[in-house]
């Protein structure tokens, strides 16, 4: 049974956590993101009957490091220890973004493809969805990029946008996701594309909470080590709630949607560029849709636009 039996009490329970003692076997068959962490360390299976402090020894990871990150991920401790190291913190940290960049984002493509293409196609909405995911991809790509670079702070608030474009990925598929028209004869049951769609689903979750969990390390962990503090605490993430678009914030996104720069609106709407661009921003926080294309789901599935004009 797992460690981490403390999951819904109100205090943290310190004796709980692992230790450099304990077997990393137990480790690993026991706590869901642990084979996750050490291949990040660039540890392997086949342990046999060795302590963690074994494993990590023999493989040049140093023990206290790797404890800090499975009792963060595990327990969500925050008491994070001073003597960190590091060159070992920020190669597991770099492993990380090369599975991001190299497996888990090029695989989840290929299953959103496979899920969404075959959805009606006199619709525009799987291809917008796509491209919603590859402005997604670019953005965590170049976020990457700065910090193998060691260039933490030039983007220390993108964390939070990265993470809310992934759910608005989500919500864009649950709310806007054309459904398809089965034949009478198998309505009863589940088509293979609906089996797929749920996996897709399930792959953009575990992703949102895998990279929000690399960020709050990198935030709580990486950060204080390098400024030599002790910075502790979560960020908490809140869904806003949608709100009512007014009729001169639709009449902008229809424009936005059919192209037009901020200056060729105010034209358009004779307003001023300066309330155009308060309108966009209430249109998105309304919305919580910051794309384009996110912003053309919607305009298509609320009808403000006829999908041939966009042709």
Known sequence: ???????????????????????????????????QIISRFGLE????????????EAHDVHTPTFLAIVNYKVFHQRAIPE??????????????????????LPR??????????????????????????DE??????????????????????????IT???????????????????????SNHQSPITYLLIGVMSDLWHTELDFADHCAI?????????????VHGHRRHIMPQTEELSEREKDVLIQVVKGLSNKEIADVLCISMHTVISHRKNIARKLNIHSTAGLTIYAIVNKLVDLNSLE
Do not use: W
Not at 85 to 103: E, I, K, M, S, V
Not at 218 to 230: C, F, G, M, V, Y
């Open 83 to 104: 003597d960190i190291d590091l060159p070992t913190l920020q190669r597991y940290l770099r492993n990380a973004h090369t599975y991001f960049l190299d497996f888990r």
């Open 45 to 56: 299976m086949g342990v046999g009957e060795q302590t963690i402090a074994e494993v990590c």
């Open 218 to 230: 990198e935030d709580d962990i990486l950060r204080p080590a390098l400024s030599q503090e002790n």
């Open 136 to 161: 997604f991809v670019d953005e965590i790509r170049t976020h990457i990029e700065h910090e193998n670079e060691g260039r933490y702070d030039e983007h220390e608030h993108d964390d939070q946008r």
């Open 164 to 186: 809310d474009k992934l759910t608005e990925i989500k919500n864009l598929i649950i709310k806007y996701y054309p459904s398809q028209e089965e034949q009478s004869s198998i």
């Open 108 to 133: 989840l493509r290929r299953a959103l493809v496979e899920a969404i293409i075959p959805a009606d196609p006199t619709t525009k909405i799987p291809g917008l969805i796509l491209r919603c995911y």
């Open 1 to 35: 049974m797992s460690k981490k039996n403390c999951t819904f009490a109100p205090e943290f329970d310190a004796s709980a956590m692992y230790k450099s003692t304990d077997k990393i076997c137990d480790l690993m068959a026991h706590e869901e993101d642990a084979i």
